[in-house]
């Protein structure tokens, strides 16, 4: 995709849908995205990819992808904070098994948390809730030139 933009960056609802695309081929309506349309460098785009591949393929292994009735909604907002904008995204699971916390931090855990931390400027929380799972990821955005 960012070759397609000459690598001067994408939309977020772009990225997220290419990201997206192999889970919703047979039920487009597992999925619900809603939010302002938000332009990401191509620092961001790539980062935010990885991060929300990484949600889905836990989705799909354990969460709402996994069965035939899970559902997730992906949410997103712009925040204007005294340190800049920022953004936040929340991904939330409903209708997949039933849901407990992990024993130890999974690897695709830390992994969100610590791009979110370390490459966002932001962070990263992932809430294991008996109806679904809910991350929330926020991501400070670049200052507009």
Sequence with gaps: ?????????SELQDVIARVL???LLSNPDRVRMFGPLVPLSPRLAVVLSMIVHEIATNAAKYGALSN??????LDWEIIAQSDGRK??????????????APVQRGFGSRLIERSARDQLGGEATVDFLPRGVVCTVTAALEQET
Excluded: C, F, N
């Design 68 to 73: 035939d009735s899970g559902t997730v909604a």
């Design 87 to 100: 953004l936040r995204m929340i991904w939330t699971e409903s209708g997949g098994p039933h849901v407990s």
């Design 21 to 23: 695309k192999p889970y």
């Design 1 to 9: 995709m960012l070759s397609q933009e000459k690598w001067q960056g």
